[in-house]
T-cell receptor
Framework: GQNIDQPTEMTATEGAIVQINCTYQTSGFNGLFWYQQHAGEAPTFLSYNVLDGLEEKGRFSSFLSRSKGYSYLLLKELQMKDSASYLCAVLDSNYQLIWGAGTKLIIKP | GAVVSQHPSWVICKSGTSVKIECRSL??????MFWYRQFPKQSLMLMATSNEGSKATYEQGVEKDKFLINHASLTLSTLTVTSAHPEDSSFYIC?????????????FGPGTRLTVL
């Protein structure tokens, strides 16, 4: 079966750095997405990785290792507004998005 | 660019009534649209995939006669929840994929919160 694992919840301090991990086992791989979702809102796109390595975009970076079936989202200089759920999703061989359950990130002052 | 709208944003209805939710791609043509449902504190659950001009493909466990999907044009898909019941109360989100843009990216609508009394 297809499976995506990420921690249920993480807590971090304002101004700090946090890394949210995602491991996946899917039928085929056409890229991995990270989305941010605030409570009561739809997901918003953060990043897309299809090749191994690190993609940096401002305070957010995303890393992919296809051989390990592993990705992480790195958030730097955390702000209170970063409190949200972070969803990892993999595009499988049929170009269907397989979603992780999401990681709820709580930022404390 | 790549804006997807949904209407209505929220709806409250009585049990047994039908509710239609519209999903529109405003500045691109969406050959494929996806309908998701999300219960509180849970991840997105794909309900169905619809391609313009053809029947929707429903995920296992989703009743096609209860959740009617129509994708009549390249910019509009509708989801009709027929004979809604309280257990259908959820957050319904659509997303759209364009043939003209990066094939892999989906653009999400803002969601529709349905409450069935």
């Amino acid at each position: 079966g297809q499976n995506i694992d990420q921690p249920t919840e993480m807590t971090a301090t304002e101004g700090a750095i946090v890394q949210i991990n995602c491991t996946y086992q899917t039928s085929g791989f056409n890229g991995l997405f990270w989305y941010q979702q605030h409570a009561g809102e739809a997901p918003t796109f953060l990043s897309y990785n299809v090749l191994d390595g690190l993609e940096e975009k401002g305070r957010f970076s995303s890393f992919l290792s296809r051989s390990k079936g592993y990705s992480y989202l790195l958030l730097k200089e955390l702000q209170m507004k970063d409190s949200a759920s972070y969803l990892c999703a993999v595009l499988d061989s049929n170009y269907q998005l397989i979603w992780g359950a999401g990681t709820k990130l709580i930022i404390k002052p | 660019g790549a804006v997807v709208s949904q209407h209505p944003s929220w709806v409250i209805c009585k049990s047994g009534t039908s509710v239609k939710i519209e999903c529109r791609s405003l500045d691109f043509q969406a050959t494929t649209m996806f309908w998701y449902r999300q219960f509180p504190k849970q991840s997105l659950m794909l309900m169905a995939t619809s391609n313009e001009g053809s029947k929707a493909t429903y995920e296992q466990g989703v009743e096609k006669d209860k959740f009617l999907i129509n994708h009549a044009s390249l910019t509009l898909s509708t989801l009709t929840v027929t004979s809604a019941h309280p257990e259908d109360s959820s957050f319904y989100i659509c997303s759209a994929r364009s043939s003209g843009r990066d094939y892999n990216e989906q653009f999400f609508g803002p969601g529709t919160r349905l409450t069935v009394l």
